[in-house]
């Protein structure tokens, strides 16, 4: 098939490589993973989170990104096409339709805590952290998220630049993708480097690679495969899109691994950067989600041009947040460009208008509306669980199962094309038996049915 998407295409590989991985690597990495791994204990909780990334997350984006250049169209005309070639139910469809409202969801929270990144580069930038005790950088946040307005005026700027890229069009990211990703790193390695020297360097690295079961429950476990899926921009459409773009001839498998890679890597030196301040100071790991918040702004306050690499450190973040937020909306944006005829720029104004009307619910959630609860979880709380822990991963076990037990091996495997016949069994083995049965073995066990 050689089907170009009405939207356009990448320009080469390395562009996919770039836009996916700009998908990917974001808050998830730099903010969640630390502060879930806090909240979860550790090593145990990271060696789970591994596994799903490569046993799991791994096939599975192979599979959406394989769904995507079959259709070529927003995720939800692309599983009604696929599901037509296929000769089976039409109700496939759902599943675009279930992930463009998950993007929605989680674009709602993402930009208000992108909003806090971007609030934090003026601050470091000021020198307000300069030779500031764990105390003070903990009260500065805490005065922060309780002034809703001020809250509310970043998740606004987040959402403007979101829908500027997205209106013209998400391949305008890419070349700047392709200079800040690897000066994210960069300057990740520098503050791994600056950890080291702190003296808890150790015991961090116990924390997060020396797995201690006793602390990690079944709740833990979701939590954990939730959370691959939420770091690889899986189950929701935002990969199926960007393969929707993606040349013809382009190898997925071998772009997959790479994407993984390059994830996990950025994950794991955040939490090495992290956890020796954590444990240095006596802050508390599970601290929640201000933890990179209370925590990086210390390092950065007593390192030698502390304002300087802060405010770069947060800047990049901010791009990392951007480039992963643009490809939250665009399945639901390409599904209006196609079905309701609307300009890009239309279909962006009224996509994000939704979204930032329901972030105003996340940015009450951290002050106004702290205390108002359902079954013992905030506003911001209820959608991370219902968007990470449910609605992706069965986004991803839909996924699994369309393209492991639904479509024919004879499209599966031309369109992965794979240059080794055992690489294909090895993945329509992992997507047909191995990622269906994990997440449903996990959920029964996070309800306690097993
Ligand atoms: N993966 C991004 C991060 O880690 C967030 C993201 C972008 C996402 N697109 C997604 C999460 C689709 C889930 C689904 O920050």
Known sequence: MNKVSQHGQWSSRLAFVLAATGSAVGLGNIWKFPYITGENGGGAFVLVYLLCIFAIGVPIMAAEIMLGRRGRKSPINTMRDLAKEAGANPFWKTLGWVGVVAGFLILSYYSVIAGWAMAYVVRVASGMFEGVTADGVGSIFGQFVADPEKLLAWHSLFMILTMLVVARGVKGLERAVKFLMPALLLLLVLLVGYAMDQGAFRQAVNFLFSPD??????????????????????????????????????????????????????????GLAIFPIVFIHGLEPGSGPGLIFQTLPIAFGQMEYGAFFGTMFFVLLVFAAWSSSISLIEPAVAWLVENRKMSRMRACIWSGLVTWLVGIGTVLSFNITSDIKFFDKTFFDVLDYLTANIMLPLGGLSIAVFAGWVMTKEVTKEELNFNKPAVFKAWLFLVKYVSPVAVVIVFLKAVNLI
């Open 213 to 270: 079961f006793s602390k990690l429950n079944s709740e833990g476990v979701l939590t954990a495969m939730g959370h691959a899926f939420f770091t690889l921009s899986l189950g929701m459409g935002s990969i199926m899109v960007y393969g929707a773009y993606l040349p013809s001839k382009v190898s997925i498998g071998s772009t997959a691994v790479i994407i993984a890679l390059a994830d996990t890597a950025v994950a794991l030196l955040a």
